[in-house]
């Protein structure tokens, strides 16, 4: 069931598999302004795996924000975090990937509807902690990350092959207070 996070008109929804190349053209549209952050002999690699959605769907749950039949926003949501292959998350709690919107739609509070969602996702299933990482370059969504309660967590930082420092973030859903209106 679709829900409706604002009257702007899009909706979130989960995505079909078959939808995997538009979500991964959003990630990629999203992502591209960050090429200048990357060093050069790894931007392509990244770039190609974060654009590459398919994977996502055994595990995740590929979270849409759609708008007029056009998908403008995504998040991957790992229920079980461990499986997402990103941090080695503990057991019992959950990882959320790429966070994208398109740069159209930014501004709009359309990746705060995607997280709350993912959120409110967590609550349903009682899961207790959530987890994820951003870079420095990645203001915006640290910024916002850190507003919503997410605690830095440095035992889960990790340096891959592209030399990026991800920071790992954790936010304990059980001090957690949804904003007016949320589930």
Request: charged letters at 25%; aromatic letters at 12%; hydrophobic letters at 40%.
């Amino acid at each position: 069931m679709p829900y409706e996070p604002h009257a702007s008109g899009y909706t979130l929804r989960d995505a079909r598999p078959d939808e995997a190349d538009a979500v991964g053209a959003v990630v990629s549209a999203a992502y591209a302004q960050f090429e200048p952050d990357y060093p050069p002999e790894s931007w392509e690699r990244f770039f190609r795996m974060v654009g590459e959605a398919g994977g996502h769907f055994e595990h995740a749950q590929v979270i849409i924000a759609e708008q007029d039949g056009t998908i403008v926003g995504t998040v991957t949501f790992y229920p079980d975090g461990s499986l997402s292959a990103q941090g080695e998350w503990p057991e019992g709690w959950a990882g959320v990937l790429r966070l994208a919107v398109l740069p159209s739609h930014r501004g709009s509070g359309l990746a705060r509807a995607l997280m709350d969602e993912v959120v409110r996702r967590c609550r349903e299933a009682g899961i207790g902690k959530l987890a994820l990482h951003t870079t420095d370059f990645m203001a915006v969504a640290k910024a916002m990350y850190e507003r919503m309660g997410f605690a830095r967590d440095e035992s889960f930082d990790f340096v891959p092959r592209s030399g990026i420092h991800a920071y790992g973030y954790v936010l304990d859903l059980s001090t957690y207070a949804l904003r007016d209106g949320d589930n």
